[in-house]
């Protein structure tokens, strides 16, 4: 079974550039999560899709942060303009949970590392 | 709000010994806890998880311990080998998964 791909692994932009991050979660799971993990800390939720639709981004900063899931399978993440807090690595995760409740393991891609100089 | 503290930030351990790592949550809603190993340049992978109904749940040598009345939950790795160096999270469910700050295990052969 293939796991959650994400893409581009690696990216370095300058402050105020914008930049985008894309994730293809395992087929059949309809949750989808991006969380951001800054160096040394745990993982912060960003956002959570269910299906196509917004189940959380009450933590994301959507004066320069976007995300969306069309169709309900792929998502992609923008960042613009980006600050240098915002290096990080933007972890993609999905779930097979459904209607809202937590359905435990999470799955996660290798994550996209971002460096903002 | 730093709703799940874990403990320590970095750990080290002889080949063969037993390895603890502590967390400690404020949220009572949660109903799932569960650890995670993060290898250096990989996602975070689950390990194992416990339910708030149990107080201790053993897989191989992870055995996690849970204190429902003290808000606390442990992961104890017996027997640890250098392949277990790794960043540990724990972290606690509602809705959604939120994490510990990790504790970075290095086993030294």
């Known amino acids: 079974e293939a796991g959650v791909a994400q893409s581009p692994r690696y990216k370095i932009i300058e402050k105020r550039q914008s930049v985008a991050f894309w994730c293809n979660p395992i087929s059949g799971h309809a949750t989808l999560y991006w969380y951001q993990q800054i160096l040394g800390q745990g993982p912060k939720l960003l956002i959570q899709f269910q299906n196509n639709g917004v189940v959380d981004d009450s933590q994301l900063p959507k004066d320069r942060f976007s995300a969306e899931r069309l169709k309900g399978v792929d998502s992609t993440l923008k960042i613009q303009p980006a600050k240098l807090e915002d290096s990080a690595v933007y972890l993609c995760a999905s779930s097979p949970g459904q209607g809202g409740i937590f359905a435990g393991e999470l799955f996660f891609g290798e994550g996209s590392r971002l460096t903002v100089l | 709000q730093q709703q799940v503290k874990q403990s320590p930030q970095s750990l080290i351990v002889q080949k063969g010994g037993i390895s603890i790592i502590n967390c400690a949550y404020e949220n009572t809603a949660f109903d799932y806890f569960p650890w995670y190993q993060q290898f250096p340049g990989k996602g975070p992978a689950l390990l194992i998880a416990?339910?708030?109904?149990?107080s201790e749940k053993k897989e191989g040598r992870f055995t996690i311990s849970f204190n429902k009345s003290a808000k606390q939950f442990s992961l104890h790795i017996m027997d640890s080998q250098p392949g277990d160096s790794a960043t540990y999270f724990c972290a606690a469910a509602i809705h959604v998964l939120t994490f510990g700050g990790g504790t970075r295990l290095m086993v030294k052969p």
């Open positions: 416990i339910r708030p109904d149990v």
